[in-house]
C-alpha cells in the first residue's frame, strides 16, 4: 500500500508540473459541414483545451500529500 501510494504521489506530481510548463494543447478535428448526394464536404476545425493553474498546483500539493503518508505508514 505504502508503494501505490507513492507512485500515484509521483504520478500527481508529474502531471501538475506539466500542467504548470504546457498550460493546455490544440487538436484538430474533422467536421462534416455539408452532404449532397455523394460529394461530402469537411472542414478541419482546430480545438484548444486549456488547464487552469489552480489544476496543476492542486495536483503537486495531492502528490506532496500522498508521499507524506506512504513515508507515515
Known amino acids: 500500500m505504502r508503494s501505490l501510494l507513492a507512485i500515484v504521489g509521483i504520478i500527481l506530481i508529474v502531471f501538475g508540473i506539466a500542467v504548470l510548463g504546457y498550460k493546455g ?6 467536421e462534416k459541414v455539408a452532404e449532397i ?5 469537411t472542414a478541419d476545425t482546430e480545438k484548444q483545451i486549456y488547464f ?6 492542486l495536483a503537486i500539493i495531492g502528490g506532496i500529500v500522498l508521499l507524506v503518508a506512504a513515508r507515515r505508514k
Do not use: L
Not at 494543447?25 to 474533422?30: A, E, P
Not at 448526394?37 to 464536404?41: E, L
Not at 487552469?52 to 498546483?57: A, N, S
Open 25 to 30: 494543447f490544440t487538436y484538430t478535428s474533422q
Open 37 to 41: 448526394g455523394s460529394v461530402k464536404v
Open 52 to 57: 487552469h493553474p489552480i489544476t496543476g498546483g
